[in-house]
């Protein structure tokens, strides 16, 4: 099958996303119109404790006005910066964490129908805190938001009830489970994202 792109017009622009209209040539030879979002990108960090324990966070989100049990995460948006370097700086941010320990998890986009976005979760082990004086100031959504942590099995409980729909969380959630019960051996190295 081929698909055919004869025009692509931006519709709207801003620092996180950009709107578009493609005019496409189906297999079939119907053009349709197809308005998509292309996302800068994102990183989340899957926190697990020496109790086996995950670090979430609940924030308010907007789009489906509820507070969301969430992982730390953010935007690609330094120019340059490392993915996991990114993932770092967030979890630092968001819930005043360091890791030791850095291992790629998985890589997701989480609404391909509508959006280019992927997020790379990464698995954060060896956490530390961050020292008092060097903590970041938050403001904000996230000046609100509150670190639970939460017993891996229990997390996995939560997404798998529904009571965890955000789908870097639950992709994470699950897939540090899977990890964890593989030893581990599952990993990618941090660096392999892309």
């Known amino acids: 099958m081929t698909y055919e792109v004869l025009s692509h017009t931006e519709r709207l ?116 805190p961050v020292p008092e004086d060097q903590r970041h100031a938050r403001t904000h959504e996230e000046a609100e938001m509150e670190l639970h942590w939460i017993d891996l099995d229990a997390a996995v409980g939560m997404a798998l009830s529904g009571e965890i729909t955000n789908a870097a969380c639950m992709v994470g959630v699950l897939g540090a489970a899977h990890a964890r019960d593989r030893g581990w051996k599952t990993l990618r190295p941090a660096a392999s994202a892309t």
């Not at 709107?19 to 053009?31: A, H, L, W, Y």
């Not at 197809?34 to 990183?43: C, K």
């Not at 670090?55 to 340059?80: H, I, K, T």
Request: aromatic letters at 6%; charged letters at 25%; hydrophobic letters at 45%.
């Open 13 to 128: 622009r801003n620092r996180v996303f950009a709107i578009f209209t493609d005019d496409v040539v189906m297999p079939g030879g119907d053009t349709v119109k197809r308005d998509y979002m292309v996302h800068v990108g994102a990183v989340g960090v899957v926190a697990v404790d020496t109790d086996g324990r995950v670090a979430l966070v609940r924030q308010y989100r907007p789009a489906v006005r509820q507070v969301l049990w969430e992982l730390p995460a953010g935007l690609v948006d330094v120019e340059g910066e490392p993915l996991v370097d990114a993932a770092a700086r967030e979890l630092a941010e968001e819930v005043d964490l360091t890791a030791a320990t850095w291992d790629l998890l998985a890589e997701v986009h989480p609404s391909p129908g509508c959006s280019n976005e992927k997020i790379r979760l990464f698995l954060a082990r060896d956490i530390t």
